[in-house]
């Protein structure tokens, strides 16, 4: 559960960084293995991104006027 902007701004690395490394692998791997290998990837991935989406759109804003 990310808490703060910082979570945030970290949890937003590891997924670019999780995308990157898909990108590399694709290259690499076979068309048979590839299911198999990408799948544990993009669970981590869509979890972290269901996790900024909570954040960003749970609670009310803070409060910049005072």
Known sequence: MIR???????TRERV??????LEALRKTARPEEWPALSSGYRLEIER??????????????????A
């Open 4 to 10: 703060n902007v910082h979570e945030l701004a970290v």
């Open 16 to 21: 670019a960084s999780l995308e990157k490394l």
């Open 48 to 65: 972290m991104q269901g996790e900024m989406l909570d954040y960003l759109v749970e609670g009310a804003p803070a409060d910049t006027t």
